[in-house]
């Protein structure tokens, strides 16, 4: 039986049956990427035309798309020849009352499938489960090979879709560290929080992870160091100094606060 297997959680792949069917020319991937997206749903000819066009479609844009679609229902062909001959590849891109739909009775998806595993884990984490849930976060932050649609020119619906995602990884990362932060694993958190604060310079919930992480660690100047390039970085760019919240948390630091040193259910509190 084939199946559709799209994966947004990185570079763009669909495949069906473990054939690829993504295009290198850039409209007929930023289109087939549009519709793995919605994989399921129709797809309006207006959301087509400003996603590859950017809001300047040419005159009679729907026969450009046409020919887009036709071009990767060939792709689709070649590929379901391999494992189910006689199924139609229009049944797999679709026409719809206003648009395209990409479809098969089984797809994969890996957002989907990396945002089953968020929600069981924060489901876990609300129980007071955290091993659980920091398993279950470590197993859909696996499914992530870069960027979100790291390899597709994005614009509207995609770009929106590949910064959402974006966002939803960042958060699970963040919870994944909470959770392991109330398990005792500070030492090991250290080089991980390090980097992640330097590819996030101004995310301030990293670097009070990162200031917990060392002073549980036994390295409390370290953690006034991170407070420091903090600020340093927020008043530089943004003109603001760092939010109230990693203000007391500072406090704690210099003051030695015996709080820092008992689990807390989230790093908001501070």
Same mark, same amino acid.
């Given at each position: 039986?084939?199946?559709?297997?799209?994966?947004?959680?990185?570079?763009?792949?669909?495949?069906?049956?473990?054939?690829?069917?993504?295009?290198?020319?850039?409209?007929?991937?930023?289109?087939?990427?549009?519709?793995?997206?919605?994989?399921?749903?129709?797809?309006?000819?207006?959301?087509?035309?400003?996603?590859?066009?950017?809001?300047?479609?040419?005159?009679?844009?729907?026969?450009?798309?046409?020919?887009?679609?036709?071009?990767?229902?060939?792709?689709?062909?070649?590929?379901?020849?391999?494992?189910?001959?006689?199924?139609?590849?229009?049944?797999?891109?679709?026409?719809?009352?206003?648009? $395209? *739909?990409? !479809?098969? #009775?089984?797809?994969? %998806?890996? &957002?989907?499938?990396?945002? @089953?595993?968020?929600?069981?884990? +924060?489901?876990?984490?609300?129980?007071?489960?955290?091993?659980?849930?920091?398993?279950?976060?470590?197993?859909?932050?696996?499914?992530?090979?870069?960027?979100?649609?790291?390899?597709?020119?994005?614009?509207?619906?995609?770009?929106?879709?590949?910064?959402?995602?974006?966002?939803?990884?960042?958060?699970?990362?963040?919870?994944?560290?909470?959770?392991?932060?109330?398990?005792?694993?500070?030492?090991?958190?250290?080089?991980?929080?390090?980097?992640?604060?330097?590819?996030?310079?101004?995310?301030?919930?990293?670097?009070?992870?990162?200031?917990?992480?060392? $002073? *549980?660690? !036994?390295? #409390?100047?370290?953690? %006034?160091? &991170?407070?420091?390039?903090? @600020?340093?970085?927020?008043?530089? +760019?943004?003109?603001?100094?760092?939010?109230?919240?990693?203000?007391?948390?500072?406090?704690?630091?210099?003051?030695?606060?015996?709080?820092?040193?008992?689990?807390?259910?989230?790093?908001?509190?501070?």
């Amino acid at each position: 039986m084939a199946y559709l297997d799209i994966g947004l959680l990185g570079s763009f792949t669909a495949a069906v049956g473990g054939t690829s069917i993504v295009p290198s020319a850039a409209k007929q991937r930023r289109l087939l990427a549009l519709l793995a997206v919605g994989a399921g749903r129709e797809m309006s000819m207006a959301a087509i035309a400003e996603e590859l066009w950017e809001g300047r479609p040419p005159a009679g844009p729907s026969a450009a798309v046409q020919t887009y679609v036709k071009q990767l229902r060939q792709r689709i062909a070649t590929a379901v020849s391999r494992v189910t001959p006689h199924v139609d590849p229009k049944e797999i891109l679709s026409r719809g009352h206003s648009g $395209y *739909r990409l !479809g098969m #009775p089984d797809v994969r %998806l890996d &957002a989907e499938e990396f945002e @089953r595993l968020v929600r069981q884990a +924060e489901q876990a984490i609300g129980r007071g489960e955290d091993e659980r849930g920091a398993l279950l976060l470590s197993d859909g932050l696996a499914l992530w090979r870069g960027q979100a649609l790291s390899d597709v020119r994005a614009s509207g619906a995609l770009r929106a879709e590949a910064l959402r995602l974006d966002e939803v990884r960042l958060a699970a990362v963040q919870s994944r560290i909470d959770a392991e932060l109330r398990l005792g694993r500070h030492v090991h958190l250290v080089s991980e929080l390090t980097a992640l604060t330097t590819l996030h310079p101004l995310q301030e919930n990293l670097h009070a992870q990162l200031m917990v992480a060392l $002073y *549980r660690s !036994g390295r #409390p100047s370290q953690a %006034l160091e &991170a407070f420091r390039r903090l @600020r340093e970085t927020s008043v530089g +760019e943004l003109g603001i100094e760092p939010s109230r919240r990693l203000q007391e948390l500072h406090r704690w630091v210099l003051a030695g606060e015996p709080l820092l040193d008992a689990p807390v259910r989230t790093l908001t509190a501070f």
